[in-house]
């Protein structure tokens, strides 16, 4: 979604007015219903900012890759709500209905939005409390990806976006086979937003396969982001930037391989090469 600005351009020399392109970013306020002791609770959970459309994989996948629930399928209903404000015209504010509340991770809830600690965590606590959840690690040595398959996911990946050509202005994630071949693709001004963008419409679509997967991101990759792809246990993650130190730690500790700076002739691994051939 994106809307057309006046610009005042500077090129060769001269200024000149233009019409330029520029992605929509939005806030979404997040809300749960969910039952609690035979009581119906809804609950404002995150206030993220977007790209308006698509809002309901990115919840789904939000839900998903934060490890409130452990099924899509504990969805019940989700829908915006609200009045449709802004010179937009659109809903900003989303409900997500839980049809099996038993499986809601309420305590997670409670300690990690209620308490907006999430973002106070950091370093070895934050990859401690992920074993907590997550107990088993990606597979060690498959799929396996040529390196031509590598330095051709970007391209592919740009190819794809709907938006990036139209505004330069927006980030991407897409879910690849270890063939190289696009299977989805997802865009965001927020590079998390994105990604939730993808898994929930995957997991939707029920189109997750760790064994022949990998998932290749626009920009640099963080802790975060490889958090939400742990959590499908597709065990090789690529971007076009570079990673961070507690995104390299995370990749070591459940052998995902975590693959940076990618190029038509180069990129760097950074953790786990048995997956990459390299010959």
């Avoid at 709500?81 to 409670?110: C, D, F, P, R, W």
């Avoid at 802790?223 to 971007?239: A, H, P, R, S, W």
């Amino acid at each position: 979604m994106n809307s057309k600005y006046k610009v005042l351009k500077y090129s060769s020399n001269k200024f000149e007015n233009i019409d330029d392109l520029i992605s929509i970013e939005e806030p979404l306020e997040i809300s749960l219903k969910y039952n609690e002791s035979n009581k119906w609770i809804n609950q404002s959970l995150s206030i993220t900012m977007r790209t308006p459309g698509d809002d309901e994989n990115l919840v789904r996948g939000f839900l998903y890759n934060e490890q409130i629930i452990k099924n899509v399928d504990d969805i019940d209903s989700i829908e915006s709500y609200g009045h449709k404000v802004g010179q937009y015209n659109i809903q900003n504010k989303i409900l997500a209905t839980l049809n099996n509340s038993e499986n809601v991770n309420i305590s997670k809830i409670k300690r990690d939005f209620l308490t907006n600690s999430s973002c106070g965590v950091c370093g070895k606590s934050s990859l401690d409390a992920l074993e907590i959840i997550k107990k088993n690690k990606t597979n060690p040595l498959e799929p396996k990806i040529k390196k031509e398959v590598i330095v051709k996911s970007p391209d592919t990946l740009r190819g794809g976006q709907s938006e990036f050509s139209k505004t330069g202005g927006i980030h991407a994630s897409g879910l690849f086979n270890s063939n190289g071949e696009l299977i989805a693709v997802r865009e965001d001004v927020g590079r998390h937003n994105a990604l939730d963008k993808l898994i929930g419409c995957a997991l939707k679509s029920n189109q997750i396969d760790p064994k022949n997967q990998f998932i290749t991101c626009s920009g640099r990759l963080n802790f975060e982001l490889v958090q939400k792809v742990l959590m499908t246990d597709i065990g090789i993650m690529i971007g076009v930037g570079a990673p961070t130190s507690l995104a390299i730690d995370l990749a070591n500790k459940f052998d995902i391989t975590l693959v940076g700076f990618v190029k038509r002739d180069s990129f760097n691994i950074y953790t786990n090469n048995k997956k990459v051939i390299v010959d």
